[in-house]
């Protein structure tokens, strides 16, 4: 019924910037917080950056001055820019948001979290 499709990611060097995609599409009647996920080999899946349906945003310290969250109400997409890229940024990429879903009419609806794909993301010489 939802589904979130991610794009952007790729090879960059250190110092370089990526900019990723995540666009939600289906019987969406509303999109609440939504944000950026990565997990790095060997390692637990952590929050990069978050934003509510108002606009407001966090971070996490790693990335704080360098990433960038934003959001497209009409298009129901969220972008990460990635700058001054390093190698420990090297990871999977993934977007979330929470969805109200259904169709206008139905007498039915549901509130869940949904999760993109996954994007790699290499930074590397």
């Known amino acids: 019924q939802v589904q979130l499709v991610e794009s952007g990611g790729g090879l960059v060097q250190p110092g370089g910037s990526l900019r990723l995609s995540c666009a939600a599409s289906g019987d969406i009647i509303s999109i609440g917080d939504m944000g950026w996920y990565r997990q790095a080999p060997g390692e637990q899946r952590e929050l990069v950056a978050g934003i509510t349906s108002g606009g407001d945003t966090n971070y996490a310290d790693s990335v704080k001055g360098r990433f960038t969250i934003s959001r497209d109400n009409t298009d129901n997409t969220v972008y990460l820019q990635m700058n001054s890229l390093k190698p420990e940024d090297t990871a999977v990429y993934y977007c979330?948001?929470?969805?109200?879903?259904?169709?206008?009419?139905?007498?039915?609806?549901?509130?869940?979290?949904?999760w993109g794909q996954g994007t790699q993301v290499t930074v590397s010489s």
């Open positions: 979330n948001a929470d969805v109200t879903s259904g169709r206008y009419g139905s007498g039915q609806y549901s509130f869940r979290a949904y």
